[in-house]
């Protein structure tokens, strides 16, 4: 039996997908991914698989590259493996 924590995570990532290429569903999986306070401070692109983090300042660089191995895996959960293929972090 599966717990309903990860039937949850997986039929919201399958709605996700389902949804039209856009700014606001790339910002809304983000922010799904991250939790609210990460994505308060940070604006996101997606751009050839490429996911580029604008974070509000360095501190929040760096917490995105420490998290990093856990934050791209879940990114790619909601939007697909093949859409994210990396993060860059613009600071």
Do not use: C, N, Y
């Not at 717990?3 to 922010?31: C, G, K, Y």
């Not at 306070?37 to 420490?66: C, F, M, N, Q, S």
């Not at 994210?84 to 972090?89: P, S, T």
């Amino acid at each position: 039996m599966l717990p309903v924590q990860s039937l949850a995570a997986t039929v919201l990532a399958e709605v996700i997908r389902r949804q039209p290429v856009s700014p606001a569903r790339t910002t809304f999986a983000w922010s799904v991914a991250v939790g609210p306070a990460l994505a308060k401070v940070t604006t996101v692109e997606l751009a050839g698989g490429v996911l580029r983090v604008t974070p509000k300042d360095a501190r929040w660089a760096r917490e995105i590259e420490r998290a990093r191995d856990t934050i791209l895996p879940r990114v790619q959960q909601l939007l697909g493996r093949d859409a994210v293929k990396d993060i860059a972090i613009h600071a």
